[in-house]
């Protein structure tokens, strides 16, 4: 299996491999694709500052976990181009107040009130979600102070 899937990283099983040895590599994706969803992996972040990647949008959920006011940021399409759906968790574990706001707001729109353009802050031990629903456009929803 020489080749992987672009969003997960799933070994894709070959023609040649299908032939020696097709239920081996059938079971080897199926276990592959059952141990990637089986729950939310946790990017546990303690710093100020952190922009989300690939990974966060593959079932994850980022933990903010400071004492200082911090920042979760969405980056532009051209830093990556999150598919749209694309839904990014975001929990406020740290004392700190989490802000969530675009990498370059003049490019990147974050709405959490209608159409209207803002920076969410989330409530103490709160969650909301991310969802990009057209080019370098997002809705938060969710546990939002």
């Not at 911090?70 to 406020?92: E, K, S």
């Not at 990147?108 to 353009?117: D, F, H, K, L, V």
């Not at 909301?128 to 629903?133: N, T, Y």
């Amino acid at each position: 299996m020489a080749t992987t899937t672009t969003n997960f990283g799933f070994d894709i099983p070959q023609s040649s491999d299908l032939v020696k040895n097709g239920a081996t590599a059938i079971a080897e994706l199926g276990q592959d694709i059952d141990t990637k969803f089986a729950g939310l992996t946790v990017n546990a972040q303690t710093g100020t500052t952190y922009t989300a990647v690939k990974a966060d949008g593959l079932n994850s959920i980022c933990t903010m976990d400071n004492a200082s006011a911090n920042t979760f940021r969405i980056p532009t399409d051209a830093t990556y181009d999150f598919p749209i759906g694309t839904t990014l968790l975001v929990y406020m574990k740290g004392a700190g107040v989490t802000t969530i706001n675009a990498v370059t707001s003049g490019t990147t729109t974050i709405n959490s009130a209608g159409a209207t353009a803002a920076a969410p802050v989330l409530a103490r031990y709160k969650s909301a979600a991310c969802i990009k629903v057209a080019a370098n456009s997002w809705i938060v929803v969710g546990g939002i102070a």
